[in-house]
T-cell receptor
Framework: ELKVEQNPLFLSMQEGKNYTIYCNYSTTSDRLYWYRQDPGKSLESLFVLLSNGAVKQEGRLMASLDTKARLSTLHITAAVHDLSATYFCAVVILTDKLIFGTGTRLQVFP | GAVVSQHPSRVICKSGTSVKIECRSLDFQATTMFWYRQFPKKSLMLMATSNEGSKATYEQGVEKDKFLINHASLTLSTLTVTSAHPEDSSFYIC???????????FGPGTRLTVT
């Protein structure tokens, strides 16, 4: 059974601090996505990672992919309150089916 | 670009009735559309995949007679929840993509409450 697990499930962090969210998946995949979801809203696409060793950065967020380890990370640098949201990774199987991770709820406090 | 809309955004219906949710791609032709459901504080679960002009492919455990999906055109897919029950209350999100695109574009979601 395909599993996509995120760690941690909940993260409370102080503004200005750094932290990393981990996404482990149990089957071969050549694409991985990161999304943000605000309460009551749909998904906002953050990153698509297409190959082993891919690294993408946007603002205070940086995502990386290690297909051999079946691991992706989302690194947060100098967190600000606006980053508070739930973050999902998602893995592609069978060409275009997305299997979502368990989600990480991030809360940034002053 | 790549905007997907859903209608309605919010619906309340009585137990036993049916409700239809529309998903439209506004500025592209969606060869494939997907339907997800999300329970509170949970992840998104894929319900079904639909390709224009053909029958939807349902995920294991999703009742195709209960969740009717129609993808009649390249810009519209509908999900009909038949004989709704309170346990069908959820956030339903569609997404759409075109051929050879890496991205799925997500709609804003529809919150269904069955009383």
């Amino acid at each position: 059974e395909l599993k996509v697990e995120q760690n941690p499930l909940f993260l409370s962090m102080q503004e200005g601090k750094n932290y990393t969210i981990y996404c482990n998946y149990s089957t071969t995949s050549d694409r991985l996505y990161w999304y943000r979801q605000d309460p009551g809203k749909s998904l906002e696409s953050l990153f698509v990672l297409l190959s082993n060793g891919a690294v993408k950065q946007e603002g205070r967020l940086m995502a990386s992919l290690d297909t051999k380890a079946r691991l992706s990370t989302l690194h947060i640098t100098a967190a600000v309150h606006d980053l508070s949201a739930t973050y999902f990774c998602a893995v592609v199987i069978l060409t275009d089916k997305l299997i979502f991770g368990t989600g990480t709820r991030l809360q940034v406090f002053p | 670009g790549a905007v997907v809309s859903q209608h309605p955004s919010r619906v309340i219906c009585k137990s036993g009735t049916s409700v239809k949710i529309e998903c439209r791609s506004l500025d592209f032709q969606a060869t494939t559309m997907f339907w997800y459901r999300q329970f509170p504080k949970k992840s998104l679960m894929l319900m079904a995949t639909s390709n224009e002009g053909s029958k939807a492919t349902y995920e294991q455990g999703v009742e195709k007679d209960k969740f009717l999906i129609n993808h009649a055109s390249l810009t519209l897919s509908t999900l009909t929840v038949t004989s709704a029950h309170p346990e069908d209350s959820s956030f339903y999100i569609c997404s759409a993509r075109w051929d050879h695109s890496y991205e799925q574009y997500f709609g804003p979601g529809t919150r269904l409450t069955v009383t």
